[in-house]
């Protein structure tokens, strides 16, 4: 689960971590009053959950409480789209309004899970301000690593060498290391997946000194581990997820919204995913993923495929279950309770195997809907797309139905 | 023959008065595996299944020699389950719950160097060594009815393509010797090569099956090993050839992450390696078959 740029700097600041000077805003109104406190000038940002804010638009520089609340105006309620949005970007419902600040080098700070190594891994470059994959890919020796004992946790000594190493001047160095501290607590005590400073920048404080402050936040979480971090589940946007996803989550179903037009509706995230590239392979593009989750009822199975259903471009579906510890004719009455609430004319191909699967087919059979049962993953692959193929030739050709 | 656990393996179920735990210890009491305890904090001195009950996985073991365990306890408590299985001494530890917190499987994997324990799982269908008479064992939630005593291994990360395999194995006359689920997360126990290892020094199998999926190098790593390592032929499966990058598919372990860990990446280090990889997941079994006749091993791995 991700949260917010200014939802994490707040953490931060719980954390000691120095942050700039900054306030939130819903309205042009509140971005005007809160530019008149804040003074000087200000950066304003849309808070969206994804990076290349500022390429598309999304960070601008403003000197007045005027232009502040103009620049509010122009991002709220947009849709942001950045390179990670992808082309249905992500709603702007509020703007972080921080006080610009005079930046002299950008460094990069981050925790992560290295699943390899099973450690947390801490990664510094004297290269912030940009993409750290691309630093990766072009200046792999600019890039520093530091894998962490989960018993004897990030130590001063292991910050201070990579301080030297990233290039922090000799007076900022206790700063960097107390930050990195607080970062890594953070990440334990709030069961982080990722915290990301990018950049982490030199700039000068209040009187005239150098001091390090971070720029940007991005915070991840352990979805495992929300159900002992309550403050953090309750800062979960459900506007920044695409709406079906959010929906699939709160209906417990594992979901992702796809481009393609064929939906699928599978039990078990490795079928799912092999059910997804049989369609590819037969010349169709999936739609979604799903894993309805082996403990799947028939208004489970419904739910999961209303939302496919709702998923727009789709041109069919194929359904999928081996009945381990499943029951298949509750699948199965499932996608028929669906299909009659929707009067759906949509082509619909379901292999069933398994526990309860002979009661399935017989449902299917008996309910009069256009369903074909197909025996293996590979002709209902194949049969969906026949199917679908069919189904167009019909639609662009109206005058031949006559 | 076997590896991990077979018939005679005594076992302890961990969480065994839960809805899950109790559900799935009759279909493994069932299936012949040899149950001799159930653990529930607080309950102990009762009786679950017809087993007696104790309060911690010591008693049990002491009071009736089990060696393994199967975990069924939520994921709030499934980290310290596993600790305690280590420290009991147990030799094999199945992990079935979901969504146990990263960072506890952190300190968990951390702890259990140097221990005999061997951890399965966490977030997987466990294994099965298949039995005739009623006498296997099933560690877990894999069906019961689909598995038929063989020679060929099967590792997994996933549970529903490890179902898939073992049913289309068996529909072919080719029978498993064991079948082992490692699971979907990110930081689990046994990993491809260490399953891979035991396989290879079980004279009773014959050939191997591994079917991985997009995240992580686990597949690459097994191909490198198979490739130096192994003189048994094997076939494999990858999932996640269309799955978008930057997105979790459905297991915590199942992302591309900055690019890495694409199901190409993996075809093309098992390809590599002179594995062939299967197309689609219900011609992994055909796969196998075609592969055993070139080399000679097809009679020999179908069952009387």
């Known amino acids: 689960m991700n949260i917010h740029e200014y939802q994490a700097k707040e953490l931060f600041r719980q954390y000691g971590i120095p942050v700039p000077d900054g306030l939130t805003a819903a309205t042009p109104e509140e971005a005007e009053s809160a530019a008149l406190r804040l003074g000087g000038p200000l950066v304003v ?36 789209r950045t390179r990670q949005t992808g082309a ?60 962490i004992d989960p018993f004897i946790g990030l130590r001063a000594y292991q910050l201070l060498e990579l301080a030297g190493a990233i290039g922090i001047p000799p007076s900022l160095k206790r700063q960097f290391t107390s930050i990195g501290l607080a970062l890594y607590r953070l990440f334990t005590e709030k069961d982080c997946a990722m915290l990301e400073i990018n950049p982490l920048a030199l ?25 002992r971090q309550p403050d953090i589940a309750a800062l979960r946007d459900r506007a920044q997820e695409p709406p079906l996803e959010a929906r699939a989550f709160d209906a417990g179903l594992n979901y992702v919204s796809l481009k393609g037009n064929i939906g699928c509706l599978v039990i078990g995230a490795g079928l799912a995913m092999a059910t997804m590239d049989a369609i590819k392979l037969f010349g169709g593009e999936p739609g979604n993923f799903l894993d309805c989750g082996s403990n799947s009822k028939t208004e489970d199975s419904r739910e999961a495929f209303e939302i496919i259903l709702a998923e727009p471009g789709i041109e069919g579906i194929l359904v999928n279950v081996f009945g381990g510890i499943t029951q298949t004719d509750l699948v199965a009455a499932g996608v028929i309770e669906a299909l009659r609430r ?54 662009s050709r109206p005058g031949a139905m006559l | 023959m076997s590896i991990l656990a077979d018939e005679n393996t005594k076992v302890v179920i961990q969480g065994i008065t839960g809805a899950h735990g109790l559900k799935h210890t009759r279909l493994m009491l069932d299936f012949g595996t040899k149950i001799v305890a159930g653990v529930t904090p607080g309950k102990g001195g009762g009786v679950c299944c017809g087993l007696p009950v104790f309060d911690t996985v010591r008693e049990a073991a002491g009071a009736t020699g089990a060696t393994a365990s ?30 146990i917190p990263v960072q506890d499987m952190l300190r968990v994997k951390h702890y259990l160097r140097g221990k005999s324990l061997r951890l399965v799982g966490p977030n997987g269908p466990g294994l099965v060594t298949a039995g005739v008479n009623g006498k296997g064992c099933k560690l877990g939630i894999m069906p019961g009815d689909i598995h038929l005593p063989g020679h060929v291994g099967v590792v997994s990360r996933s549970g529903s393509l490890t179902y898939e395999t073992i ?138």
């Not at chain 1, 930046?103 to 925790?111: K, N």
């Open chain 1, 88 to 147: 249905a970007g992500k709603p702007v419902h509020q703007v972080l309004l921080e006080k610009a600040l005079d930046i002299s080098h950008e460094y990069y700070l981050s925790l992560s899970i290295d699943s390899a190594a099973e450690q947390v891994a801490l990664v510094a470059s004297g290269e912030g301000g940009m993409d750290i994959e691309e630093v990766a890919a072009g200046r792999p020796e600019r890039i520093c690593r530091v894998n």
């Open chain 1, 342 to 395: 929707h009067r759906e004319q949509l082509p619909v191909v379901v292999r069933l195997e398994g526990t309860g699967s002979a009661e399935a087919n017989r449902l299917l059979l008996d309910s009069g809907l256009n369903v074909q049962l197909a025996g293996s993953l590979t002709e209902g692959a194949e049969m969906i797309m026949k199917l679908v193929a069919s189904q167009k030739g019909r639609k």
């Open chain 1, 45 to 80: 940002k849309a808070q969206v959950q994804a990076g290349g804010r500022g390429q598309a638009g999304g960070v601008k520089l403003v000197r007045t409480p005027p232009e502040a609340g103009n620049a509010a105006a122009a991002l709220l309620g947009r849709v942001l």
């Open chain 2, 70 to 99: 199967v975990i069924f306890v939520p994921p709030a408590g499934a980290a310290e389950a596993i600790l305690e299985a280590a420290d009991a001494g147990l030799a094999l530890c199945v992990c079935i719950t979901e969504n």
């Open chain 2, 167 to 304: 049913k289309q194995l068996s529909r072919a006359g080719i029978g498993q010797s064991s079948s082992v689920g490692i699971g979907g997360d990110p930081i689990r126990g046994l990993n491809f090569v260490d399953v891979l290892e035991a396989f290879e020094a079980d004279p009773e199998t014959y050939a191997l099956v591994l079917i991985g999926e997009i995240g992580g190098n686990g597949e690459q790593e097994a191909a490198a090993w198979l490739r130096e390592h192994s003189s048994k032929p094997a076939v494999a499966f990858i999932g996640g050839r269309t799955a978008p990058p930057g997105k979790r598919m459905g297991h915590a372990g199942a992302v591309i992450a900055g690019g890495k860990g694409t199901a190409a990446e993996k075809v093309a280090a098992l390809a590599a390696g002179g594995i062939p990889v299967a197309e689609t997941s219900d011609l992994i079994g055909a796969t196998l078959a075609g592969h055993l006749q070139k080399r000679g091993l097809y009679a020999k791995c179908l069952a009387r």
């Open chain 1, 203 to 227: 700039v000068e404080n209040g009187e005239g000194k150098p001091a390090l402050v971070a720029l940007d936040a991005k915070a991840g979480f352990d979805a495992g581990a929300l159900f």
